[in-house]
């Protein structure tokens, strides 16, 4: 049994609550869920076409799709962004000093979402 539909929704459910944590102004949360979006949605794909997915690297998860899902270089980019905030936003020893919260802002939070939902559409119309 595939688990894809499991793993695409909560992509979709991850990606609301960047959007959450964004007006919120809670922009570190809001980056780390934006990544989180992008991982579960390529990790949905990759269930879809009978691959298992490992990590959480998405612009590797991306280019271990297969050519036939036609992956841009573009989209690994926008992965490799939301790479940068799978950990720094969580955690105060990634930085020199200060908390996670005080090194995100908006400008942060909204390029996360915006390559997320970037990703998760590109899933979406693949899944279709």
Same mark, same amino acid.
């Given at each position: 049994?595939?688990r894809?539909?499991?793993?695409?929704?909560q992509?979709?459910?991850? !990606?609301?609550q960047?959007?959450?944590?964004?007006?919120?102004?809670?922009?570190?949360?809001?980056?780390?869920? %934006?990544?989180?979006?992008?991982?579960?949605?390529?990790?949905?794909?990759?269930?879809?076409? %009978?691959?298992?997915?490992? %990590?959480?690297?998405?612009?590797? &998860? &991306?280019?271990?799709?297969p050519?036939?899902?036609?992956v841009?270089?573009? !989209?690994?980019?926008?992965?490799?962004? !939301?790479d940068?905030f799978?950990?720094?936003?969580?955690?105060?020893?990634?930085?020199?000093?200060?908390?996670?919260h005080?090194?995100? %802002?908006?400008?942060?939070?909204?390029?996360?979402?915006?390559?997320?939902r970037?990703?998760?559409?590109?899933?979406?119309?693949? !899944?279709?």
């Open positions: 049994m595939s894809a539909e499991d793993w695409f929704s992509a979709i459910e991850d !990606l609301g960047a959007e959450d944590s964004r007006r919120a102004g809670r922009h570190a949360w809001a980056c780390f869920a %934006g990544h989180q979006a992008a991982e579960k949605a390529v990790k949905a794909l990759h269930l879809h076409l %009978g691959q298992e997915a490992w %990590g959480h690297v998405v612009a590797k &998860l &991306l280019r271990e799709l050519e036939t899902a036609k841009t270089e573009e !989209l690994v980019d926008q992965g490799r962004v !939301l940068t799978y950990i720094p936003t969580r955690y105060p020893n990634s930085h020199p000093e200060g908390a996670p005080e090194h995100y %802002g908006t400008l942060q939070s909204d390029e996360a979402i915006r390559y997320a970037s990703i998760v559409e590109f899933v979406r119309l693949r !899944l279709a």
